[in-house]
T-cell receptor, first 114, second 115 residues
Framework: DGGITQSPKYLFRKEGQNVTLSCEQNLNHDAMYWYRQDPGQGLRLIYYSQIVNDFQKGDIAEGYSVSREKKESFPLTVTSAQKNPTAFYLC?????????????FGSGTRLTVV | AQSVTQPDIHITVSEGASLELRCNYSYGATPYLFWYVQSPGQGLQLLLKYFSGDTLVQGIKGFEAEFKRSQSSFNLRKPSVHWSDAAEYFCAVGAGSSNTGKLIFGQGTTLQVKP
């Protein structure tokens, strides 16, 4: 079955460490997105990519980095510059020119600073 | 700028009662509209979508939504709520030009179901 896989489900980061969250899709979608979710704040867009080798900053890109070397993969790195990284991170694909179909979401990664 | 407002942050209904979750949007053209549901610790699941045609759309799990252009609304309804419907619900609008495809999400409404 087609879908989006996020890993790991839980991730713990020490102060000053970079960590990378994985997002893989087999839906053949061109566009992929990363959101951060905090209690009471809805979904906030971190980065998005509409095509391989291209990506754009979202509303809260500071302290994060991404790459899009393959259509299927859109990993997110939370760098040490992100001062408050504890949150639930969601990856999605879809949208693009066929935005009427909406997004498909992964099941999320919960990142905690220890 | 495009925006989505969900006026109710938290709603509590009794099991078996009817439900309506409100969503208002701001968008200049004909919008693409979506409702998603999120159970705790999970991703978002698409409930239903509207992009043209009949303004009353049916979705999964017995939900429906009605697009009202004059009121810029896309409210979600269910005739009889089940305890398993307790979750967070997000309304979204497809925004921007056709080659961006970004969705703009509301802040979400948390639904609590009383036995």
């Amino acid at each position: 079955d087609g879908g989006i896989t996020q890993s790991p489900k839980y991730l713990f980061r020490k102060e000053g460490q970079n960590v990378t969250l994985s997002c893989e899709q087999n839906l053949n979608h061109d566009a992929m997105y990363w959101y951060r979710q905090d209690p009471g704040q809805g979904l906030r867009l971190i980065y998005y990519s509409q095509i391989v080798n291209d990506f754009q900053k979202g509303d809260i890109a500071e302290g994060y980095s991404v790459s899009r070397e393959k259509k299927e993969s859109f990993p997110l790195t939370v760098t040490s510059a992100q001062k408050n990284p504890t949150a639930f991170y969601l990856c999605a694909s879809g949208g693009g020119p066929d935005r009427k179909y909406g997004y498909t979401f992964g099941s999320g990664t919960r990142l905690t600073v220890v | 700028a495009q925006s989505v407002t969900q006026p109710d942050i938290h709603i509590t209904v009794s099991e078996g009662a009817s439900l309506e979750l409100r969503c208002n949007y701001s968008y200049g053209a004909t919008p693409y509209l979506f409702w998603y549901v999120q159970s705790p610790g999970q991703g978002l699941q698409l409930l239903l979508k509207y992009f043209s045609g009949d303004t009353l759309v049916q979705g999964i799990k017995g939900f429906e939504a009605e697009f009202k252009r004059s009121q810029s609304s896309f409210n979600l309804r269910k005739p009889s709520v089940h305890w398993s419907d307790a979750a967070e619900y997000f309304c979204a609008v497809g925004a921007g030009s056709s080659n961006t495809g970004k969705l703009i999400f509301g802040q979400g409404t948390t639904l609590q179901v009383k036995p």
